[in-house]
């Protein structure tokens, strides 16, 4: 009798491979089974944010300052990226942080405009006679609304900043109103519409 109680008390209890004999935690179970598939939404979650913040982003256009090449609604790629390296060209079309001009008339911070580059550091720009005037030579612009009913300038561009316009001309809150443009507030170069389908393409 003395023998078998010793043999059960040395003998080991046997649990299937596997197995615990204590019932694992619910979060820890979930993380085990679907572990690799939350990294992996982890990280593209990551990237995403990182993409958006250096690289690209989408933009949307609320208001007709830029009629006809956008419209409201439209959908934009913007990228951040070239202007790190490079002044803006005369014609690109910019999304940008309002200036402290626009700040004091009452917008905020986050309220991104969009127009496009008429003039860069250097370039003297004039309006008149229903004409914008760049180093003396009238631009060809066909793809503003109708042409600038008001005068401006001259005036030379200051370094590291821009004169921008809106297309639809009489109808935007642009460099005639409130003066040139720091370069540090552009946000990046708007250039391709994925949305609407129906004008899906490059941006110009």
Known sequence: MESKEKNLATTKISVPEGETTAKTPLLVRIW??????????????????????????????????????????????????????????????????????????????????????????GQTVKIDNNAVVLNDTPLKEDYIAQPPNYKWGPAQVPQDKLFVMGDNRNNSNDSHIWGFLPKKNIIGHAFFRFWPLNRFGWVS
């Open 32 to 121: 085990r089974s679907g572990g690799e598939n939350l990294q992996i939404l982890i990280i593209a979650l990551v990237l995403a944010l990182l993409i958006r913040t250096f690289v690209a982003e989408p933009r949307y256009i609320p208001s007709g300052s830029m009629l006809p090449t956008l419209q409201v609604g439209d959908r934009l790629v913007v990228e951040k990226i070239s202007y790190l390296f490079r002044m803006p060209a005369t014609g690109d079309i910019i999304v940008f942080n309002p200036p402290p001009q626009l700040l004091e008339q009452g917008y905020t911070k986050d309220q991104a405009f969009i127009k496009r580059v008429i003039a860069a550091p």
